[in-house]
């Protein structure tokens, strides 16, 4: 059983930058898409970025430019580095594994962290 555990999140005002990070247990990390998803108050849980095992990174219209996702296998971990944060970037953050191809749907995600909550100030 994969476990994903999600830190670096919090307040910001707009205009700043955070890190994510998400570690994962297990021995097969490097052959796992992984994905950062969010989801507002009232809202649906959404794409943010992903990458697969050996592909090119994914990002939803509204963070390109923005946000940056990466990974470091050596450390089973993903990271999401969020830069010119908005307001509407506000939501828990969750970190998603699969070993199934990458796709930007969460119903194909195996593992989930338990969320970070981020929080970006006008």
């Known amino acids: 059983q994969v476990q994903l555990v999600e830190s670096g999140g919090g307040l910001v005002q707009a205009g700043g930058s955070l890190r994510l990070s998400c570690t994962a247990s297990g021995r097969t990390f490097s052959t796992y898409a992984m994905s950062w998803f969010r989801q507002a108050p009232g809202k649906e849980r959404e794409f943010v970025a992903g ?11 509204s ?19 969020m830069n010119s ?16 191809s990458f796709r930007v749907y969460p119903e194909i995600y195996d593992y989930w962290g338990q969320g970070i909550q981020v929080t970006v100030s006008s």
């Open 51 to 61: 990458l697969g095992s050996g592909g090119s990174p994914y990002y939803r219209d």
């Open 63 to 81: 963070v390109k430019g923005r946000f940056t996702i990466s990974r470091d296998n050596a450390k089973n971990t993903v990271y999401l580095q």
């Open 85 to 100: 944060l908005k307001p509407e970037d506000t939501a828990v953050y969750y970190c998603a594994g699969t070993q199934r």
